[in-house]
């Protein structure tokens, strides 16, 4: 695995790694944290209230990330292929693992990590394009996944 550019993520933001996807280590402009819910249950009884229980599993949101376009757009057309490579294939063959750091003012993790296993994306957001404009292009990609697991102090912090 290459190592992690850290410098490619704005100060104070997000960096994102894609696992299998070493060399396409974007910066995030943000992403949604997604919903997590259990649910609950309702369950009668003989008065004429029914008792509310704990639900039996997590359900996660879909994971929503918006990122800058590197220059030679590599960061796009891996997303984009990847996108396309997961179509009909088997269950878990193409998932990766994706981690998102949250960086401080100087650009480095501060001992926190969410990583969301066996995920893939769903859609890549269409990029405006203007030939006048001077800003980043920016696009999003959404995407699903089996778990979220959260990581405190991985860094040894």
């Not at 995030?28 to 609950?40: E, K, N, T, V, W």
């Not at 501060?110 to 995920?119: E, I, K, V, W, Y």
Request: aromatic letters at 12%.
């Amino acid at each position: 695995m290459k190592d992690v550019i850290y410098s490619n993520a704005q100060s104070g933001n997000f960096h994102i790694s894609i696992e299998g996807l070493e060399s396409v280590q974007f910066k995030l402009y943000d992403f949604q944290y997604p919903m997590i819910s259990a649910g609950s249950t309702r369950v009668g009884n003989t008065s004429d209230r029914q008792n509310i229980m704990p639900g039996t599993h997590i359900d996660y949101d879909q994971l929503q990330v918006n990122f800058f376009v590197d220059e030679f757009w590599e960061n796009y057309v891996e997303c984009a292929l990847w996108l396309r490579d997961c179509l009909n294939s088997e269950p878990y063959t193409k998932t990766k693992n994706i981690t998102v750091m949250p960086l401080d003012n100087n650009k480095e993790p501060f001992g926190l990590a969410f990583t969301f296993t066996d995920a893939f994306p769903i859609n890549v957001a269409p990029i405006p394009l203007d030939k006048g404009s001077t800003t980043d292009i920016l696009v999003g990609m959404t995407l699903e996944f089996e778990e979220m697991l959260i990581e405190r102090n991985w860094l040894g912090k």
